[in-house]
């Protein structure tokens, strides 16, 4: 079991997560979280939102001085400490965006990506204010898509973006297409080499997610806590159960039950 006075990093989800699906409210977890600070545990966002999104949350959680993984991998970010500020996993949005407009008008694929619409639009599927979806909508490495399509043509577009060297991720809400590179697993992977790097020993690490996006990033850590999702998608891992905690509760109440699970004072 990790302990607080371990060489500990804490790697979270948002939406579903951390923050409520509905309210994106953090509230039942604050306890947790001052705790953790308290101890000089690091909490290291690690979330489908942009940039922009998760500094704006970052100031609010008091996180501004740690790196946060964005975009569901495709960015990170360290701190003017710790290095270069931020760097693009795979391709970028700019060439993510090309590949998609290519395709639907090849193949006439139905959907609808962030770039496509409105920042209203945005605000109407995410519940989002209008002026957080234009935060959304700042984007650097990845494209969440609505799709409106058969499952043949959804099948038949995931088999071209890999040709492109692009692939597609679960999300909450949407699917995220973004370089084959990229990945909250990988970039886990990376910013765990950085902690150690940093310790000159390797941190004891602890991830906390709802949704398919983040089983990589749960495989990537030591121990994992599989929050109860408002959907329907099953939660594999290929770790001891010893070491796998999924709970009964969803967002930030199970994110606080997660933690009052694994940790020990």
């Given at each position: 079991m990790p302990y607080l006075d371990d060489s500990l990093v804490v790697f979270t989800d948002l939406d579903g997560s951390l923050l409520d699906h509905d309210s994106y409210s953090w509230q039942p977890a604050q306890g947790w979280l001052d705790k953790l600070a308290q101890h000089g545990v690091p909490v290291i966002i690690t979330t489908s939102k942009t940039s922009a999104e998760v500094s704006s949350l970052q100031r609010d959680l008091q996180l501004s001085h740690l790196p946060f993984i964005a975009e569901?991998?495709?960015?990170?970010?360290?701190?003017?400490?710790?290095?270069?500020?931020?760097?693009?996993?795979?391709?970028?949005?700019?060439?993510?965006?090309?590949?998609?407009?290519?395709?639907?008008?090849?193949?006439?694929?139905?959907?609808?990506?962030?770039?496509?619409?409105?920042?209203?639009?945005?605000?109407?599927w995410t519940g989002l204010s209008l002026d957080d979806a234009q935060l959304a909508m700042q984007r650097e490495g990845s494209e969440p898509l609505m799709w409106f399509g058969s499952q043949p043509d959804f099948a038949h577009m995931e088999k071209l973006l890999a040709e492109e060297g692009l692939a597609l991720t679960r999300g909450g809400r949407f699917w995220h297409v973004m370089g084959r590179e990229a990945g909250k697993g990988q970039a886990v992977k990376w910013?765990?080499?950085?902690?150690?790097?940093?310790?000159?020993?390797?941190?004891?690490?602890?991830?906390?997610?709802?949704?398919?996006?983040?089983?990589?990033?749960?495989?990537?850590?030591?121990?994992?806590?599989?929050?109860?999702?408002?959907?329907d998608q099953k939660m594999p891992l290929n770790k001891a159960e010893n070491n796998i905690y999924r709970t009964t509760l969803y967002g930030p109440e199970g994110w606080r039950q997660g933690l009052d699970h694994f940790l020990s004072l």
């Open positions: 569901n991998g495709a960015y990170i970010h360290l701190p003017a400490s710790e290095g270069p500020q931020h760097q693009v996993i795979g391709a970028d949005y700019q060439r993510v965006r090309e590949i998609l407009i290519q395709l639907r008008q090849r193949y006439d694929f139905e959907f609808r990506g962030f770039g496509d619409v409105s920042p209203q639009q945005v605000a109407d910013l765990i080499e950085h902690y150690r790097q940093q310790r000159n020993n390797p941190p004891v690490s602890l991830g906390l997610g709802d949704g398919p996006n983040d089983i990589s990033m749960l495989e990537a850590v030591d121990f994992a806590v599989v929050i109860r999702g408002k959907h």
